[in-house]
């Protein structure tokens, strides 16, 4: 009815993702690619998430009250469907991940050249690497040019962004200019209580939404991680999802942009591990972790008073020792 079967059966395909009525879009060996269809209206696609949600006898109904839910196809493949207040008005997110079916043996990986260019991990690595050589110096010339070839770079190397500052300082502003750098053929995640982020020059983008006192930004961003987005934009951090948006960038999810309400780049520091800490899951973890874990997994601050940026934080030196700490 959708048309999602035609391409859930062919054998290249591992991932199918619906972000829209209309277009469904799947993932083989040649990345991400789409299909246009008149099949996948918001009535099928809800139709077809609540049989999907009836067939895995789920102890709480999909409905607007409860509408993110984890599922099982009757082939067995698994599949994360979020419907609104959660997503957009008229937007159904449903993802489905194929159990690969393909089994290598070590000849093979050999062969195919999967273990060719290994970089071996040793613990007592406080150097610099020359991309982050060459990214300190440019965040140290302190010109306009320099500041924005810098973002432009940290982008590339899928660096994790942390923009800080007051009510009105442009913070949302700035985040969207930041995620126009990002690569348009990638998977792309906002994640807000008030639509503001949009992406245009990224077609394969889902906007998620959470609800104070009944749609947990926590449960969004643990949803989230399940539709196999390669960037995760999140408005804001300011409760219980803090630790899990953290736990995301070091899950395969780097190069992110999220905001902060606090008075300067060092300042963010002790007000997220503060958030942190006031939650369920911080509460049970160490403070000195806590900030352990905030400075190596953000790795540029940007502090913008009255739409200036006035401060720009970039350590990798820092990151780097205690990354060996570890």
């Known amino acids: 009815m959708t048309g999602v ?24 060996r040649n990345g991400w690619e789409y299909v246009d269809t008149g099949k996948a209206n918001f009535q099928d ?33 698994r599949g994360q469907i979020i419907i609104p207040p ?5 937007c159904v997110v449903i993802s489905i991940r194929k159990p690969s079916l393909t ?8 062969q195919s ?17 020359d991309r982050q050589k060459f990214l300190y110096e440019l965040s140290r010339c302190g010109d306009g040019v320099s500041i924005g070839k810098f973002l432009t770079e940290a982008v590339k190397d899928r660096l994790n962004f942390l923009i800080v500052g007051g009510t009105g300082s442009g913070k949302t502003t ?10 348009p ?13 949009t992406l245009p020059n990224h077609p394969n983008h889902i906007h998620l939404f959470y609800k104070k006192g009944t749609i947990e930004a926590k449960a969004i961003i643990e949803a989230c991680m399940r539709l196999k987005p390669d960037h995760i934009f999140l408005a804001e951090l300011r409760g219980d999802e803090a630790w899990s948006y953290l736990e995301a960038l070091n899950t395969g999810h780097e190069g992110s942009i999220s905001t902060i309400h606090a008075n300067n780049t060092y300042a963010s520091f002790s007000r997220l591990a503060s958030i942190v800490k006031q939650s369920a899951v911080g509460m049970t973890v160490d403070m000195d972790l806590i900030m352990k ?3 190596t997994s953000i790795d540029v601050i940007l502090f913008f008073n009255h739409t200036r940026l006035t401060e720009l934080y970039y350590e990798p030196e820092e990151k780097n020792s205690l990354l060996s700490q570890l």
């Open 45 to 77: 696609l809800m139709i077809l998430a609540k049989t999907l949600s009836n067939f895995s006898e789920l102890a709480i109904p999909l409905d607007e009250g409860n509408p993110i839910c984890s599922v099982i196809l009757p082939a067995g493949e």
């Open 185 to 197: 053929e990638r998977r792309y995640a906002t994640i807000e209580d008030v639509h503001e982020m």
């Open 293 to 295: 874990t905030i400075k």
């Open 113 to 129: 050249g999967r273990f060719d260019g290994v970089r071996i991990a040793h613990k007592h690595v406080e150097q610099l690497t």
């Open 86 to 90: 959660a997503t957009e008005k008229g």
């Open 5 to 28: 079967q035609d391409i859930l059966d062919r054998d290249d395909v591992t991932e199918i993702s619906i972000n829209q009525p209309g277009r469904i879009w799947f993932e083989s």
């Open 103 to 110: 089994r290598f043996t070590l000849d093979d990986y050999i």
């Open 174 to 183: 700035v985040g969207k200019a930041i995620a126009d750098l990002f690569p």
